[in-house]
Structure formats: structure tokens, C-alpha cells
């Protein structure tokens, strides 16, 4: 976990989050994180009660939720009291009224961060259903064999690892956006999707990420000697590479069009206040008088 802002204390940290040889490295080492993560629950299988309210082995508790949701609601708690959730691409699973406040001091956020930490837009809830409804099937097999612990740990780390590469989607957005702010203003203002579809695309770097993860899916799951299993690990991983594509642009066309929102409300509130000042010195009034 490394926080997307600067310490307010001694040694800030100095990278550009918003630099594409930055941003490129961070995604290559989160492929290796959710591979690893998906390679690990796909040894045990599906282990449909942890994902169900009031199954059976709960009953004496006072988990009144599925294992997995409490599971990753405390998980979250702690994690919220290292200030993980300070950062834009880190996004919770649990409401934010429902996680303690930072014990940490609050960090100093960048300049050019704070625009993607007040959007905080946030699709955890869609990630853990296609998680649950899409993922788990094509990885794990069916049944039940009883990890239920190891089987809930696995899908947290999964979870997490997922959010944060899908929401690191706002630090690309923005990078390419600043790139090109011209070309992309038009087309939001335009509502123009597929026009921002194309501008998005670049062939040539999608054939290589895929070709890139399928290298990955085989390495690592060499000793994974179901056949199957490592067909699928290479198909989840190209599927989560398409919907991560998709929020993407979705994420983008979202952020910067709430951007353009506020910008022009700005911009009338600046022209209403020249114009007033115009009247004023028109008039014989000083506009800076008390």
C-alpha cells in the first residue's frame, strides 16, 4: 500500500503520480499482484456458504452478514485507521460512515492530486458482485472443501488488489487528459463516447498487455497442472483487463465532466464579479473599498 499523497512532516515523497512512466510501472506490478492473488484462491474451491447470509456455519455468532462481507468490513476497519482510504485509488468495500477515522496525522495531498481525491468516485459494490458472480466460477471449482477461512482471506486480497488497479483508472484518466485537454474537453462536452473510446485506444499497447498477461497466466501457473485452470487464469485476467478498460472510460468521462461543472460555475461567478466591479468603476465606487 503506498499513499497517492506527500507527508506533511520532513521527507515528502517526490514522484509524479501523474507520470505516465510512473503510472505504467504502478499497473505492471498490480497484473502481478491480482495474479498471484487469483492463482492463490483458485486452489481451494468455490465455497458458496461464506458468500451467503446466515449459512450454517455462523450460527452462534452475531455475524449477521456473509463471512466474506464481515470479514472484509474488519479488515477494512484497520486498514481505515493506517489512513489506507486518504487515497485516491484506494476505495473501500465498507461505507466511509462505517470506518474509524485515520490515527495517523493527515497527509499534505499534491496539487495536481487533489482534483481525484474530491471526485472519489467509487465502484466497489460492482467489483465485488462481478467478483462473486463472474470471477469465482471461471477459477475456482465447484463445491465445498471447508477453507472457509483461507477461502475469505484469498478473496479479500483479491478484492483489495482489484479495487486498486481498477481506480488506479482516474490517475490514467487525468494523465492522459492533461495530455491532451483540448481534444478531450470537446469530446465530454459533446457527450461524445465513442469518440472518447477512440482517442482512449491505443492497439498497439492493448496487444501487448495482453500479450504481456498471457505470458504472466502461463509463468506463474506453470505448476498449476489442471490445463483448465490455467486457461481460465488467463482468460479472468483478459476479461478484468476489458472491464478495467470500460470503467476506465466510464470513470473519465464522469470525473472530467463534474470538472467542467465546477470549472464553469467558476468562470460565471468570476465574469459576475469583473462585471460588478466594471459597474462600480463606472459609477465613481472603488470595487477594493470596504
Known amino acids: 500500500m503506498t499513499d497517492a499523497t506527500s507527508p506533511s512532516g520532513p521527507g515528502p515523497q517526490s514522484w509524479d503520480y501523474l507520470e505516465l512512466g510512473h503510472i505504467r510501472s504502478t499497473l505492471i506490478r498490480q ?18 456458504p461464506i458468500y451467503q447470509t446466515g449459512a450454517e456455519f455462523l450460527a452462534g ?10 470479514l472484509l468490513r474488519e479488515t477494512e476497519c484497520s486498514h481505515a485507521k493506517a489512513r489506507r482510504y486518504t487515497s485516491p485509488d ?22 495536481r492530486l487533489k482534483y481525484l481525491v474530491d471526485i472519489d468516485i467509487n465502484y466497489s459494490e460492482q467489483i465485488l458482485k462481478m467478483y462473486e458472480e463472474e470471477v469465482l466460477p471461471l477459477i475456482c471449482k465447484e463445491g465445498d472443501d471447508g477453507q472457509y477461512g483461507s477461502s475469505a482471506v484469498c478473496d479479500i486480497q483479491a478484492l483489495q488488489a482489484l479495487s486498486k488497479r481498477i481506480h488506479y483508472g482516474t490517475f ?41 498477461v ?15 485452470s490455467i486457461g481460465s487464469l488467463f482468460f479472468v485476467l483478459i476479461f478484468l483487463i476489458l472491464v478495467i478498460f470500460l470503467i476506465f472510460v466510464k470513470i473519465m468521462r464522469k470525473a472530467r465532466t463534474h470538472q467542467h461543472t465546477l470549472a464553469d460555475s467558476h468562470a460565471r461567478v468570476e465574469t459576475e464579479r469583473e462585471s460588478a466591479c466594471e459597474r462600480m468603476r463606472a459609477s465613481g465606487r472603488d470595487p477594493l473599498a470596504p
Request: charged share 35%; proline share 7%; net charge negative.
Open 61 to 70: 455468532t452475531d455475524i449477521k452478514e456473509p463471512f466474506v462481507k464481515h
Open 214 to 228: 498471457q505470458n504472466k497466466a502461463m509463468a506463474y501457473g506453470q505448476e498449476i497442472t489442471d490445463e483448465t
Open 90 to 111: 484506494e476505495k473501500p468495500f465498507t461505507p466511509r460512515s462505517e470506518l474509524p477515522a485515520p490515527v495517523l496525522p493527515a497527509q499534505k495531498t499534491p496539487d
Open 31 to 48: 497484473e502481478d499482484t491480482i495474479l498471484f492473488n487469483l492463482i492463490e484462491r483458485a486452489q481451494f474451491k468455490r465455497n458458496s
Open 172 to 212: 490514467v484518466a487525468e494523465s492522459k487528459f492533461l495530455a491532451q485537454t483540448e481534444e478531450y474537453t470537446k469530446l465530454i462536452k459533446a457527450g461524445d463516447r465513442a469518440g472518447i473510446m477512440e482517442l482512449l485506444t491505443n492497439k498497439e499497447v492493448e496487444e501487448r498487455v495482453i500479450k504481456r
